[in-house]
């Protein structure tokens, strides 16, 4: 028997590996398994190359547990290992310097293990004790017996062991017992090892028995892994069946992909994988993470996008870019390390040629469906508006390909690049100042009025509802030159696009004003919404009254949920303004019926106001010709005085026309109106406006 001290500088490794890569402590069985899978296919290779001349046999891998036992044993019939190879590639392992190694690696399993070789030392983690019983594949080998208790005490001692290969024995610790969950290591062999390149065998298949009436064992192994997954055959020896029944096998819960793109490419790195384009209409964050990036068969990670800075700005770029973590599949390239960290894929040269790669490629396959069959991109393109919307968001480079074969969609279900609808308004939607005005709604439904109003007026509509829309149009207002968007209900239609000065009034100020706060004073109280009215002179086939919202400001509260830093606007109340159309017959019997009906009442206040305003503006002609101090107690109070008085008439003159607005059923009636055309009419105000229609029907 041998005994002896693995070779470490580092006083005692196993604490630092359980106290530090805990975390991550679940990868212990991909390595594992992985190391089964390199002395097999390295048994291979010497086979294929006249080095080894017995015969193969079955070259399974088997994971077998022992609940009772507590132990996790994975066996393979590889090349094994003598004794100087034990001590070779298991007892040495040399760090430099304990600090350093806490400090660097404290936070990372995967970083640990790629830098320092310590695949195997990762099984550790979860292990009070590892044996390893092993024979070599060469003539005359003994087999041998390696054991250690998670100290760098290890023993090595003559074992009986027939065939070659090794059997690695994990004794579970005793925090660690959910590795003794037949389920649990279910659940790790398939998200590790399930493409693997040998054939890995968990358990036996299943069926059921009538007369036991459960599910028993059967005779056959119940192999967990495909070892030739689609991504490994040639695209050409593939059907579109294929690709779809391989989508459905890793997102069983997914729709169909609208289509994929087969990656083959070995210079100037190695990478094969399919990536898919998944039907994605809204929620970004729950699309995340389905692409797997595999080395060699062997699952690293899903999380393939970089880093950014606080304020959005990229800061690192991972193996795809962030909008191409919205696609789904796989990528599979022996050049990133199997033991690969997020600050590794942000760094290293290969991983920004293989992003760039991808990127081109996912470009490529836009361009040629569009080009080979705009019908069929047009028919996916509600699907694709979010993905390529992100990506021209995220991406200049990706903005300066995707102008091409980005599409605009209109309320009537019509395409357009961005030139052909540029093309297609620039004779009709060019405001008095030359800017192009890009009308565009957000739901059909709601705004079919205004999107009628603009359409009588010759103008086109886009129908904008998607989850991005709202910041792709600040990005395009940077990119089109003199253009701007405009929601269809931001404004009464004249105003959208302004041909020429607007019309002025044929009111008198005071009827303007009247006018105004009789319909003012009757909005209802709503959270978080305020009001404005104005009277705008629009012609009589226009609508009485029309309620706008500003484009500016609503779209500022849009961003709000997009930007951090925004949330000021999120929190500022909904702005609507009420336009009441002097022309219109109902405003201007309105107006008259307020006249006759106040006309007697407001009189004497209106003198009495217009006397008092007279003389506060005297006396604040007056003292404006002083300085502060020289103004005197009385000068003062005469001011106050006066401003007091001005303010009573005014409430008088409100207190009249409250009264008259507030029993004028025209007045409610229009204001239900526009409420209604904007979806802001419900519960009790709804039913009062259903029964006042019933009564002036009558």
């Avoid at 390595?31 to 390295?42: G, I, R």
């Avoid at 399930?194 to 056959?220: C, H, L, N, R, Y």
């Avoid at 029993?663 to 009790?684: F, P, R, S, W, Y």
Wanted: hydrophobic letters at 35%; aromatic letters at 10%; glycine letters at 4%.
């Amino acid at each position: 028997m041998q005994k002896g001290n693995i070779g470490v500088t580092t006083e005692n490794i196993f604490p630092v590996i359980k106290k530090f890569l805990y975390s991550d402590h679940e990868i212990f069985l991909r390595e594992m398994v992985s190391n089964a899978v390199d002395a097999t296919q390295k048994l291979k290779t010497l086979a294929q190359q006249g080095e080894f001349k017995g015969e193969e046999g079955d070259l399974t891998i088997h994971v077998s547990l022992d609940a009772d036992k507590g132990t996790i044993t994975i066996s393979d019939r590889g090349i094994g290992m003598t004794e100087e190879e034990i001590d070779k590639y298991i007892n040495q392992i040399a760090f430099s310097g304990v600090n350093d190694f806490l400090e660097k690696y404290k936070d990372n399993a995967n970083n640990i293990i790629g830098h320092f070789g310590l695949g195997f030392y990762s099984s550790f983690m979860v292990s009070k004790k590892v044996e390893i019983i092993t024979k070599s594949y060469k003539d005359g080998a003994k087999a041998v017996k390696w054991s250690c208790d998670g100290s760098p005490a290890y023993e090595i001692d003559d074992a009986e062991k027939e065939d070659r290969g090794s059997d690695i024995i994990l004794y579970i610790d005793d925090d660690c017992k959910e590795f003794l969950e037949k389920e649990k290591i279910q659940q790790l062999l398939t998200k590790y090892c399930k493409f693997m390149a040998v054939p890995i065998a968990f358990g036996k298949k299943q069926e059921w028995s009538s007369e036991k009436k459960e599910m028993v064992d059967t005779a056959d192994d119940n192999i967990i892994n495909n070892i030739e997954p689609l991504w490994t055959k040639a695209p050409s020896t593939l059907k579109d069946e294929d690709y779809t029944k391989f989508y459905r096998d890793l997102y069983p819960m997914s729709d169909e992909p609208m289509f994929w793109i087969h990656l083959n490419v070995d210079y100037p790195f190695n990478l094969t994988g399919i990536l898919y384009f998944p039907r994605i209409k809204s929620n970004l964050d729950l699309q995340r993470n389905k692409i797997q990036l595999y080395c060699n068969q062997v699952f690293v990670t899903d999380q393939l996008e970089g880093t950014t800075d606080p304020d959005g700005t990229a800061k690192t770029r991972g193996i795809v870019p962030e909008f191409l973590t919205l696609l789904h599949g796989i990528i599979d390239s022996p050049d990133i390390p199997l033991n690969v960290s997020r600050s590794y894929l942000q760094s290293d040269s290969k991983v920004k040629k293989i992003s760039t790669y991808i990127t081109k490629k996912v470009v490529d396959r836009l361009q040629a469906i569009f080009k080979e069959d705009r019908k069929q991109y047009e028919e996916k393109w509600d699907d694709l508006k979010l993905f390529i919307n992100y990506g021209m968001l995220s991406e200049e480079s990706f903005y300066d390909k995707a102008k091409d074969f980005a599409l605009m969609k209109d309320t009537e279900g019509k395409y357009f690049t961005f030139d052909e609808y540029k093309t297609l308004i620039e004779g009709a939607q060019k405001d008095k100042d030359g800017q192009l005005v890009y009308l565009y709604a957000t739901d059909k439904e709601e705004q079919y009025s205004y999107i009628q109003a603009a359409k009588d007026k010759g103008y086109s509509v886009l129908l904008l509802d998607g989850q991005l829309d709202v910041p792709a149009i600040q990005m395009l207002e940077q990119k089109f030159e003199k253009s701007r968007f405009t929601r269809v209900d931001s404004d009464i239609i004249d105003r959208l696009i302004v041909k020429d000065d607007a019309p002025k009034s044929n009111l008198s100020e005071d009827e303007s004003a009247n006018l105004s706060h009789v319909f003012r004073s009757q909005m209802p109280k709503m959270e978080k919404t305020e009001f404005m009215v104005e009277v705008q002179s629009l012609g009589e086939s226009q609508r009485p009254v029309v309620i706008t919202q500003n484009e500016w400001m609503r779209r500022m509260k849009d961003m709000s949920r997009f930007q951090q830093g925004m949330n000021f606007y999120a929190q500022m109340p909904d702005s609507l303004n009420l336009v009441l159309n002097s022309d219109h017959p109902l405003v201007k019997r309105v107006l008259d019926d307020c006249k006759a009906t106040t006309e007697e009442a407001l009189k004497p206040i209106e003198s009495e106001l217009k006397g008092q305003e007279a003389r506060l503006a005297a006396i604040r002609q007056q003292q404006d010709k002083k300085k502060p101090e020289e103004l005197t107690q009385d000068d003062k109070d005469m001011k106050a005085e006066c401003e007091k008085a001005v303010e009573e008439q005014k409430h008088k003159k409100e207190d009249v026309l409250n009264g008259y607005a507030a029993k004028n059923d025209i007045v409610h009636q229009l204001i239900d109106l526009a409420l209604l055309q904007n979806g802001m009419l419900k519960g009790e105000a709804l039913d009062k406006f259903l029964k006042r229609s019933v009564d002036l029907i009558k």
